[in-house]
């Protein structure tokens, strides 16, 4: 009974990838027929509907979708128990999927992490993808991800790689054009170019008999918005507006003079860097082994 539902889920997720009983058929290399007639069985099993089905395409409904991701959970964890029962204790082989922040921190700091870790382990093969894009680590095929900022994801198990100090700066034409804020308040009236953090935090000491600090929030409305460093980087160069980033991203600007702090009197928050990776009672020695390099080299670095 249990393996006929696993073999359900199996043509299940086969049938909710493609959309498309006959594309699924191809795929598992059964009958469209003996497909059709499966899913019905399952749900008749259930008594709900997985599917909306039309002349065209089959859609999952809304408990289907759930109902999908979490089989996809169950196949993962299946999958991810068959791996490890073949890695080996002694000699790190296989791939391993990292997907990471870009721009320059991915190409100064976790790039090289990578590099000096496969030459340590060659028969180690490594996917690494600075695409940027906020990747599911429960669905998705990969093993870790590294992510700048703080964690919205608290099912996700998190190892601290370093912190980072934000940097608010601008250009001296666009100051010249549009003044220097003295405030945070005074962002308000002011362009700013911002990533994926769109709430920018401020602390300042005070001298005061009330209090010994001053806290602010700005909201951020930008004029560009982008997750990569190198575009928030030329577009505040250029003279666009205030841009937020780590202070490795603008120290050599600052030093040019290409860039200008501003509200220097302002301590912005710290930011953690972290490595992430799904819970669960599998780890495969090459990712636990790749984890802790990381986690030993980019604070070192």
Partial sequence: MKTDIFKNVILLVA??????????????????????QQIKKLEQQYKIQLFHRTTRQLKLTTIGESFLL????????????????M????????????TSVGGIFGEKYIAPAVISFMKQHPDIKINLDFSSHHQDLISSPYDLAIRMGPLEDSSL??????????????????????GTPKHPKDLSNHRTISGSITRWQFLREVKSSTRSSEK??????????????????????AGLGI?????????????????????????????PCSVVYPPGQFRLNRVKAFTDWLTEYVPQS
């Fill in 216 to 237: 602010y929030e700005h909201v951020v409305s930008s004029i560009l918005s982008s997750s990569n460093g190198h575009v928030m980087l030329s577009a505040c160069e």
């Fill in 87 to 98: 890695d080996t204790q002694n000699t790190l082989s296989g791939t391993i999927n990292v």
């Fill in 243 to 271: 841009a937020r980033l780590p202070s490795m991203y603008v120290d050599k600007s600052l030093e040019t003079g290409k860039l200008v702090s501003i509200l220097t009197r302002w301590n912005q928050t710290q930011h």
């Fill in 15 to 36: 049938v909710a990838e493609h959309k498309s009983l006959t594309l699924a058929a191809e795929q598992l290399g059964c009958s469209k027929a003996h497909l059709s």
């Fill in 157 to 178: 198990v998190a190892k601290r790689l370093c912190t980072y100090k934000p940097t608010l700066v601008a250009s001296p034409q666009y100051l010249k054009h549009y």
């Fill in 70 to 85: 979490e089989c996809k959970q169950a196949i993962k964890l299946v999958e991810q128990a068959e791996l490890h029962l």
